[in-house]
């Protein structure tokens, strides 16, 4: 509910919004560097997605709140600004228009963990792989679920804002290594571990709508 909202947030949000516009004006004008640039919009990046996160718990609706804050507009263009960033890591992007206006944007940068989507994706996908191994009806070693599982944990610890779901796939994990010999005998076992798996990747999904288009 909006009561439950924080009296400083709004003004932490609309902070956060036009440091990431500004930031990026002054790094298209050679007014900041590029470790400048780059730390800086990361502090925002992270900012952003615990704002997200926190409103989500409470239960009160962005778009809602963007609209009374008179903000939709400069919000979405601070998103547009984070994932144009985040495209130039895809090869198949970085030509046309993308290159030419980017094209000074370092391999640093590139590659940085302001690649939210990409690394939406990367989860993601380590979350499907996982929960489909364990249907496997035949385990031979428990090798490659404690393989998918440290993979999934390492994408987690890359995005900013994730410790209790990251905590929570530490947890079955550990569980899981505890229980070896149950992980490859007992299918009830493995399509529970499954189903656990599935409420965390649905909470993961819940916390990551950013943006609002009007």
């Not at 940085?112 to 489909?132: K, N, Q, R, Y």
């Amino acid at each position: 509910m909006e009561k439950d909202l924080k009296p400083e947030l709004k003004s932490e949000l609309y902070s956060l919004v036009k440091t990431v516009l500004k930031l990026y004006k002054k790094y298209e004008q050679g007014k900041i560097n590029e470790q400048f640039f780059q730390k800086a919009l990361r502090n925002a990046v992270d900012g952003i997605l615990k704002i997200n996160m926190y409103l989500k718990e409470k239960d009160i609706s962005l778009p809602f709140l963007l609209h009374r804050m008179n903000f939709t507009g400069k919000y979405n263009k601070a998103i547009r600004i984070i994932n144009k960033i985040s495209i130039l890591n895809t090869p198949d992007k970085s030509n046309g228009i993308l290159k030419e206006n980017y094209s000074h944007v370092s391999n640093k940068i590139k590659s940085s963990l302001l690649d939210l989507p990409g690394v939406t994706s990367e989860i993601t996908s380590a979350f499907i792989t996982l929960m489909d191994a364990l249907k496997l009806d035949a385990l031979q070693s428990d090798d490659l679920i404690l393989r998918l599982f440290d993979e999934l944990t390492s994408k987690l610890e890359r995005f900013p804002g994730l410790k209790e779901i990251r905590n929570n796939v530490i947890q079955i994990n550990n569980h899981v290594r505890e229980n070896s010999n149950v992980l490859l005998t007992n299918y009830e076992y493995r399509e529970k571990i499954g189903e656990h798996l599935y409420q965390i990747f649905n909470s993961f999904q819940n916390k990551l709508n950013l943006s609002f288009e009007e």
